[in-house]
């Protein structure tokens, strides 16, 4: 599923809650050392997430978001905020030459750069999450 959360929207904002349960709690967050990771540098995205990048700039970032559920991967286009909803039972990881994030025929590929290597922790703390949901 993927949301433009740009301007915020209840209903959307619903629809996650729904889907990926509740942002963490306070006391949750900090027990984890933190919900959110560093940007990420895209290097490739499916044929339907091609209106999230930019067309103007070579370099498009991104960051993931823990929920109890699943992930959002949030995606900045200039101004706007577009979001990939996955729950972790739709989620897939690839690790080779690049980093990628696949759910449904929907994928995003990430750079193994500095930015990779600051987030090694991070994708840690997801995969756990993934495989204790």
Known sequence: ????RTYFNKDNEKEIDNILGNSFSFLRTLKLRGIGSSRFIIHSVSKNLIHTINKVSDVNY????????GIIVNITQQLNLFSIIIPYYKLV???????????????????????????KK????????????
């Open 1 to 4: 599923m993927i949301v433009n």
């Open 62 to 69: 991104c960051n993931i978001e823990l929920r109890p559920k």
């Open 93 to 119: 990881i690839f690790n080779s030459e690049t980093f990628s994030i696949h759910l449904d025929g929907t994928f995003i590929k990430i750079l193994k750069d500095k930015n990779y290597l600051n987030n």
């Open 122 to 133: 991070f994708i840690k703390k997801m995969m756990n999450l993934k495989n204790n949901s």
